[in-house]
C-alpha cells in the first residue's frame, strides 16, 4: 500500500507561472511532511518542510498549503522559473525512523 | 568536502555476485538511512540506523540485503546474489536529530545488475 501519493506525473509550466504539485496520505500518524527537490544524477536535497500544526509555510517563491482534515498538501512555486526544472518528491514522516516518499513530479518549466 | 559521500558512484554486476555500497555520512550525524530508487520511480525506505544500531530492518527487501554501521560514521549496504531487479540507484541519506532531522542526501550509487 502506498502510504503517500503524489500527482500529477509531469508538469509542465511557463516561465513566471505557478507550478503546484500535490500529495496526499492515510496516516494520520505523520507529522512532518517535507518537500525534496532532485536533479539529475544528484541525490535528493530538501527544500521545505511543514508541521500539521500550521496550514501553511512559505519559503521565498516555495509554499506548502496542509489540510489536515483532508490528509492533503501540496507544493506551489510562484514565478517558476527554467532553473526549477526538476523532479519533486513529498514525504511524510511520523517518527523520524521511516520517512515515506511520493513517486515524484517531473517539472518542466519552459522559458 | 562536508556532504554525505557514496562509494562507488557506478557499479556493474554480473547476476548472482555480491556487491557492497559504501556511505560516509555527514561527521556528527547521528542518524543515517538508506533508499533504493528504480529508473523514474520514487525513493524506497531501506533501513535506518540511530547510532550504530538499526531499529526496524522491515524495510529491506529480502534477506539478501544487509547493512551494518560502525563507528557511528561509515555504513556499508551488502546485496548478496545479486539478481536484476536489485539495479537502481541506492541512495545514503544522513541527519542530526538536534537538527531537526533534515536529511542530507549523497550522490548514489548506481547498480546495474547484467
Known amino acids: 500500500q502506498q502510504q503517500v501519493k503524489q500527482s500529477p506525473q509531469s508538469l509542465i509550466v511557463q516561465k513566471g507561472g505557478i507550478s503546484i504539485i500535490n500529495c496526499a496520505y492515510e496516516?494520520?500518524?505523520?507529522?512532518?511532511f517535507p518537500w525534496y527537490q532532485q536533479f539529475p544524477g544528484k541525490g535528493p536535497a530538501l527544500l521545505i518542510a511543514?508541521?500539521?500544526?500550521?496550514s501553511e509555510k512559505k519559503e521565498g517563491r516555495f509554499t506548502i498549503s496542509f489540510n489536515k482534515s483532508a490528509k492533503q498538501f501540496s507544493l506551489h512555486i510562484m514565478d517558476s522559473q527554467p532553473g526549477d526544472s526538476a523532479t519533486y518528491f513529498c514525504?511524510?514522516?511520523?517518527?523520524?525512523?521511516?520517512?515515506?516518499f511520493g513517486s515524484g513530479t517531473k517539472l518542466n518549466v519552459k522559458p | 568536502g562536508a556532504g554525505v559521500s557514496q562509494s562507488p558512484s557506478n557499479k556493474v554486476t554480473e547476476k548472482g555476485k555480491d556487491v557492497e555500497l559504501r556511505c560516509d555520512p555527514i561527521?556528527?550525524?547521528?542518524?543515517l538511512y538508506w533508499y533504493r530508487q528504480r529508473l523514474g520511480q520514487g525513493l524506497e525506505f531501506l533501513i535506518y540506523?540511530?547510532?550504530?544500531?538499526?531499529?526496524?530492518k522491515s524495510g529491506l527487501p529480502s534477506d539478501r540485503f544487509s547493512a551494518e554501521r560502525t563507528g557511528e560514521s561509515v555504513s556499508t549496504l551488502t546485496i548478496q546474489r545479486t539478481q536484476q531487479e536489485d539495479s537502481a540507484v541506492y541512495l545514503c541519506?544522513?541527519?542530526?536529530?538536534?537538527?531537526?532531522?533534515?536529511?542530507?542526501f549523497g550522490p548514489g550509487t548506481r547498480l546495474t545488475v547484467t
Open positions: 541519506a544522513s541527519s542530526m536529530i538536534a537538527g531537526g532531522y533534515e536529511q542530507y
Open positions: 514525504a511524510a514522516s511520523s517518527d523520524f525512523n521511516k520517512f515515506y
Open positions: 540506523f540511530q547510532g550504530n544500531s538499526a531499529p526496524d
Open positions: 511543514i508541521r500539521p500544526d500550521v
Open positions: 561527521s556528527g550525524h547521528t542518524a
Open positions: 496516516n494520520t500518524a505523520f507529522d512532518y
